[in-house]
């Protein structure tokens, strides 16, 4: 059984930072590629940053310079450091793990930024 979990997540003022944490079970995890999407209220979900699976990292321009992805293959877990959060980055941040044949979702874990 797949599992991913999603953990970290908190209240925060502006300009603070938070981890997050993905956690997986259940798959070959240095063969997938790990992403960090988020969704808000009323919005899409949007991707936020991948690693891929032999380390290549991407991000969405609206966290560069701010978010950094990585990942640690012994422990199957992938993580983002978010640093000097906005408002805007309030939202619920999922965790996805995707191959040629599977994509798993986890089940988010919140982040709010706010005053």
């Known amino acids: 059984q797949v599992q991913l979990v999603e953990s970290g997540g908190n209240w925060v003022q502006p300009g603070g930072s938070l981890r997050l944490a993905c956690a997986a079970s259940?798959?070959?995890?240095?063969?997938?590629?790990m992403g960090w999407y988020r969704q808000a209220p009323g919005k899409q979900r949007e991707l936020v940053a991948i690693?891929?699976?032999?380390?290549?990292?991407n991000y969405a321009d609206s966290v560069k310079g701010r978010f950094t992805i990585s990942r640690d293959n012994a422990k199957k877990t992938v993580y983002l450091q978010m640093n000097n959060l906005k408002p805007e980055d309030t939202a619920a941040y999922l965790c996805?793990?995707?191959?040629?044949?599977?994509?798993?979702w986890g089940q988010g874990t919140q982040v709010t930024v706010s005053t």
């Open positions: 690693i891929l699976n032999l380390g290549d990292t």
């Open positions: 996805n793990a995707l191959s040629t044949r599977a994509s798993y």
């Open positions: 259940g798959i070959m995890f240095s063969n997938f590629h």
